[in-house]
Each structure stands twice: as C-alpha cells, then as structure tokens.
C-alpha cells in the first residue's frame, strides 16, 4: 500500500506565489494492474513557465511540471524495477503509470553526469536552449548573440551552446555573484543590469555593432531597450517574459514598430516541445556529449 504525496494549486496565483497557494494532499494508489509501473519521484522541476501555464489548471489541480522516476514496482516487462525515467507526472512523489508517458533516459547516460540534469541541461531546459538558439536565432560563427536571464537554467545554457558555436556572447543578470560564474563559463561579456548607470549604453559597449540574435527570457522594458540595438535582419527568439508574470498591473508597451520593419528583424515566440522525434533525441545527444566532456 503507497499513500502519494501531491502538491495542488488551492488558488490561483495573484500577484507573487505563496505558500498559501499550494496544498498538501495524501491519497492511497491502488494495486497495480498488468502493464502498469509504480514510481517514485527522485527530482522534482520547478520552473518559471509554471507561473503562466498554472493558469490553465483548475483550483485542486496537481501543480504540472516534469520529474525524474525510479521504478520501484513493475507489471510491465518494458520498465523493469529499477528503471529510471522522466515523466510530466508533475508535483508528486509517487504516481502509476501503463508507460506510455515514460521517457527512458538514454543508455549512454555517463555516471558522471548526475540524473537532475535530465531535468536541466540535458532536459527540458537544455532543449529550449538549444532549439531557441539553434533553430529560432539560427545562429552562425562570429555572430554576437544577447541573452538576458544569462544565469537562468535556459540562459546559461544558451551563451555555453553560442560559444560552442564561435560566437561572442554578451549576458545580463541581477547579481554580481552571477557575472562572476558566467564568466567561469566563458560568457565574453557579463553585466548586472540592477547596478549599471544605464543599460543602453551598458549594451552598445558591449558590442557597438549591435546585436545578430537576442535570446529573450525577461521581455517588457528590458527588451524595449535591447530590440532598437538589433542589426540588419538580427533574429529574436522569445523564450520566456518573466519581468511580466508577476504583474497586476498594465503592461509596457512593446518595441517600436519602425525598428522591427526597417531593421527587418525577425521575433519569434516558441514552446521547446515543437521539436519531436529524430530532431529532439539529436539535440538530447549532443546535450548530453557537451555536458560529458565537461565532466570529464
């Protein structure tokens, strides 16, 4: 008998989440029928799309999100005991499963690199990197690339996947403790935007020829400020708007219309499960070789 523990959205969010928002809920699984697994949790995502798409649930909802699973229970000959998958079961520890929504991590996986990261680089956040980067910006070597939210899961990975790539990278974050680690990582130029005198000229310091690709995980005023240091046909990938999601109020404005048509810049928003079949299991492979050859 397995009593599994979930978190809930008990009430839509307004304003900043709180405690308040989640509840605690215990509920007995019942035995397992032939062709079913049960799993427990071993990692758990929490990410900032969740503070959008929470809006899709229902109040009493499991909150949504990806986990990484051991399984601990098998009627089903493909996920013997043992197993380790990933699955978008969301925020419980445990939960039953016929397999059809499991995803096996791949038989190459080192020991070195820890099962989290099938969660983050080689994961969820890895791939919206990738693709955003590769894919939407379509970048080349020798391009500059801007991405804000620099030391996020998704921008971090981004300025790594440009360098590999030979392009410059410029990166902004909100401390200094996070310039100090992206330029560990070989960010070629990193700011704090909280403590420079001003952005705009923070930006056409860092690359006074503008910018091939602009990697956008915060929108509002920030990218208002960036999008006008676009070059000729620069390409901007939109990620992710989290100086928004929090917002009561009315939202800013967006760019000037003139710098989009005589620039001739291409935008485009996007959601990392595009990508299926032979194009996500390449991108899942060449995560994991960059993140193995780090590792040593």
């Known amino acids: 008998m397995v009593h599994a523990k979930r978190w809930t959205l008990k009430k839509h969010f307004v304003g900043n989440p709180t405690n308040s928002d989640f509840e605690l809920k215990t509920a007995e699984l019942p035995p397992l029928k032939n062709g079913e697994v049960l799993l427990e949790a071993l990692f758990l995502t929490v990410d900032p799309y969740m503070r959008v798409a929470s809006k899709r649930l229902k109040e009493g909802d499991t909150m949504m999100g990806q986990q990484v699973a051991r399984v601990v229970e098998s009627k089903n000959s493909a996920f013997p005991t043992g197993t380790i998958v990933v699955a978008s079961s969301g925020w419980t520890m445990h939960f039953i499963s016929d397999g059809k929504d499991l995803e096996k991590l791949p038989t190459e996986w080192p020991d070195t690199v820890p099962l989290s990261l099938a969660l983050g680089n080689v994961g969820m956040t890895g791939l919206t990197a990738y693709f955003g980067l590769l894919d939407i910006c379509g970048v080349k ?36 403790e996070k310039v100090a680690y992206l330029k560990k990582l070989g960010f070629d130029v990193v700011f704090n935007y909280k403590t420079v005198e001003s952005l705009k000229e923070t930006l056409k310091k860092a690359s006074p020829d503008g910018y091939d690709c602009y990697f956008d995980n915060v929108g509002g005023e920030f990218s208002n400020i960036v999008i006008p240091q676009m070059k000729k046909f620069g390409r901007i990938a939109i990620c992710g708007a989290i100086s928004t999601y929090n917002s009561t109020g009315p939202l800013p404005p ?3 219309p003139e710098i989009i048509i005589y620039q001739q810049l ?12 032979d194009a996500r299991q390449q991108a899942l492979k060449d995560l994991l070789k960059w993140v193995s050859e780090v590792r040593g």
Do not use: H, Y
């Open 254 to 256: 967006g760019p000037p």
């Open 266 to 277: 291409r935008m485009e928003g996007f959601l990392v499960n595009r990508w299926q079949g």
């Open 141 to 176: 070597g020798g391009e500059t690339v801007m991405v804000n939210a620099a030391a996020g899961a998704v921008g971090s990975v981004v300025g790594q996947i440009a360098k590999l790539k030979g392009c410059k990278v410029v990166g902004a974050v909100g401390a200094d």
